[in-house]
């Protein structure tokens, strides 16, 4: 892979200044001359040639890697056993540098989906440490969508059934790492210039309900190439002198690279694209320590997958078996069990599939990078409120009063997805006016209400399976209210939704945006409009009103009924005048959604206690390492290690492994577990005597030097009385050739 070249688009700050100062008088020309010998002159000179002021900061929110549900599937087996790669933060700000106090933030999180009360906590954390600078109004929590992360982190009860209630050590890591990251990113403040462009990444995505696609007007589908956007947008942050410390770009896919058999904590194809871009910038800078921080941000995701070769019947001795699935239900012989999307590399493994998603569109970000883009120019605005979704009426712009409905969730979206398929006897596409099948008639009714007459008619033709907006036992089980908010930087405008808006959902939001921008003379012809999401608040899908008719399980998720997306369209329509370049203040808002820490349930229990066995202690060698032949790039080399459960420390902005290599006498760390060549395995080998294993392995990556190396294990253990005390283990030294 070449090396990354960064072309400078912005003139030198001290030549405009000599050559603004020769066009004036002898005695000024002088002065100003005599004043560029001053560096902190020259800091000056050059905040005036910027119009903003940027900030990037990176951080680790690495929750408990074992004994936890992942978020993503909602699989109750999908238990985390170790960590493939670590979870991050990535964090944005952008000042208005004539008047600082007009900023956004920008965060990037490598979770599933935002939540409102991670949000709360960051918001609150950031407030108390910076006073009337950042709030709620200019911070924006968006997620990577990954699907191989912890879970447990989100406030209502619906996410948390797998999880077994609200796990606090996610939330925590969370909260922490996103504030530390935006801390760093404030006291990277400096002048600097942005810029914007976009490319087109084939290969990438897929849409996985390409039969609700087709249920949108064909005039409208003929306006586009195809079912999915392959649009990549990217905005370039450059300092005063024009080198480049980082981007933010904006793809849709979804993080279901990694399939859901999958139980090491990773970041899916957009962390991982996020670590290869840094690593190529600062190939010597360990994870996280980087000072480029590469953004690959989610977009309108919602039936896009990243299993691009197309969804198979995997279904041995059936004679659809390696068939193509139902193109209208996603089933294989009727069941929707055996229908798998494939990656690229789905004859390796989901793994190597990851790997070819994150570089297509480390590849668009690369091009984009190497050009001088359009530049950016103009106003720092943000606008945010909140809105109530249960019977909200609003007008259509055909003059037809509608509105929306209370959450619920419909047959098909336990139907699951070629993605991540589900169980049972539930099929997407499954809109039958006649009753389902008995059983789950009578067992819906104990799992939530019955819905009322008014809800039915609200969501129809979705038929309900779980009315949760009607379930508040012991607290809410989906939420009602959600965060609106938009971002404005120059003439580009975020529009942070709360929710996964499907491809037509996203192309309809993105225009109607742009126009009004338009419209009320905001912005211009070059006006530029980007979806981010899912953000903020959790509330599942937004389907066009045609496919919601479909009910696919983005339909069937489309929480607050077939208006959803005209409602969204039309209250974000409603904010574009606070984006203004002279807007003051902040619109009306229904109240913010309750605060639902303090109700929180966890059925987990926490680590008793580890014990290494008799004879042996904690960090001892179970297995070594085959030192009796060098290794080469592409084998593996690993060892077995007397463990103790990583709850005990997370080692949040540190390492549970390490490859160290000699040098000059001295061993240095090559590798930590935020590499993907390192993996961190960690085994109960008996609840009873608290005695567990950890296997940690490197598979040795092309260009190693060659050397003497070892493997390094940092544990934590916890007594049946007393406290947490760290260990080291060490592996025998290995030869790489």
Known sequence: MPLLQFYTSQPDAIALAMRAARATASRAWLYATALLASNAVQNTLA????????????????????????????????????????????????????????????????????????RRNIVGNLSALYPNIYSGTNIALVSTHQHSGVGGYLENILPQVTSLGYVHETA?????GTVLAVQRAHA??????????????????????PSAYLANPQAERDLYDGDQDTALSLLKFEDASGSARGFLSFFAVHGTSLYENNTLVSGDNKGMAAYLYEALVEP??????????????????????PNTLGAYCESPGQPYDGQLCDFNSSTCGGKTEDCHGRGPAFQISDFASNVIIAQKQVDGAQSLMSQTLAPVSGAVKSVHTYLNMSFHSFTLPNGTTVETCPPALGYSFAGGTTDGPGAFDFVQGDNSSTPQNPFWEIVKGFITPYPPDQQIACQSPKPILLDTGYAHTPYNWSPDTVDIQMLRVGNLVMVIIPGELTTMSGRR??????????????LGDNAYVVIAGPANTYGHYVATPEEYTVQRYEGASTLFGPHTLDAYINKYSSLVSYLADNATGQPPSDPAPPNLSTEAISLRTGVVFDSAG??????????????????????TVSAVFVGANPRNNLRLEGTFLSVDRLVGGTWSRYRSDSHPSTLYQWLRTSTILGTSTVNISWTIESGTPSGEYRLTYFGDSKPLIGSISAFTGTSSTFTVA
């Open 47 to 118: 905040q005036s040639q910027s119009e903003y002021l940027l900030g990037l900061g990176i951080a680790d929110i690495t929750g408990p890697v074992v004994e936890t549900n992942m978020m993503g599937y909602a699989s109750l087996p999908q238990t985390d056993t170790g960590l493939h790669m670590r979870q991050r933060s990535r964090a944005w700000i952008v000042a208005d540098a004539s008047n600082s106090s007009n900023r956004i933030v920008f965060i990037n999180a490598d979770i599933a989906m935002g939540d409102t009360g991670i």
């Open 172 to 176: 925590d890591a969370i909260v922490k």
């Open 284 to 305: 010597n800078s360990m994870p996280g320590n980087n000072t480029f921080v590469a953004g690959f941000t989610q977009s309108n995701v919602g039936d896009t997958s």
């Open 509 to 522: 939001m993105r225009n109607a945006i742009r126009t009004q921008l338009i419209a009320e003379g905001i």
């Open 614 to 635: 008799i004879g042996h202690k904690f960090g001892d060698i179970v297995t070594d390492v085959v030192n009796s032949s060098s290794y080469s790039a592409g084998q």
């Open 188 to 209: 990277s403040l400096a002048p600097g210039s942005l810029s914007l462009g976009n490319v087109t990444v084939t290969g990438a995505n897929r849409n996985r309900s």
